[in-house]
């Protein structure tokens, strides 16, 4: 059973920076992709970034490339989402997600629907 725990939300004002941390089990870090979305209120599920844990490959939101780095720990089974130069437009619940026998040699993907297990989420808040 697949099982994707987020952490590291919090209040930050513009400029500052988190790091969201994304607990994986049930999930091969060979063949497997890693993502991070986000929602905010009224406004539909948006990607932010992707890993390809096999391959090493990583893929941006052209809103987040340059300020957000998504890494992860292979020895803990976790992905990271280090996340610098926060402005209240990044304001949103982060999502997880994860997907499995994906190739090693391929660029993530960024679609929701590529996703096929999710965590709960953790929120995220940035002040003007």
């Known amino acids: 059973q697949v099982q994707l725990v987020e952490s590291g939300g919090g209040s930050v004002q513009a400029g500052g920076s988190l790091r969201l941390s994304c607990t994986a089990s049930g999930v091969t870090s060979s063949n497997s992709c890693m993502g991070w979305f986000r929602q905010a209120p009224g406004k539909e599920r948006e990607r932010v970034a992707a890993l390809n844990r096999g391959g090493g490959f990583t893929a941006y939101a052209d809103s987040v490339r340059g300020r957000f780095t998504i890494s992860q720990d292979n020895a803990k089974n976790i992905a990271y989402l280090q996340m610098n130069s926060l402005t209240p437009e990044d304001t949103a619940m982060y999502y997880c997600?994860?997907?499995?026998?994906?190739?090693?040699?391929?660029?993530?993907?960024?679609?929701?629907?590529?996703?096929?297990?999710w965590g709960q989420g953790t929120q995220v808040t940035v002040s003007a």
């Open positions: 997600a994860a997907t499995s026998y994906y190739s090693r040699y391929l660029v993530p993907p960024l679609q929701r629907t590529d996703y096929r297990y």
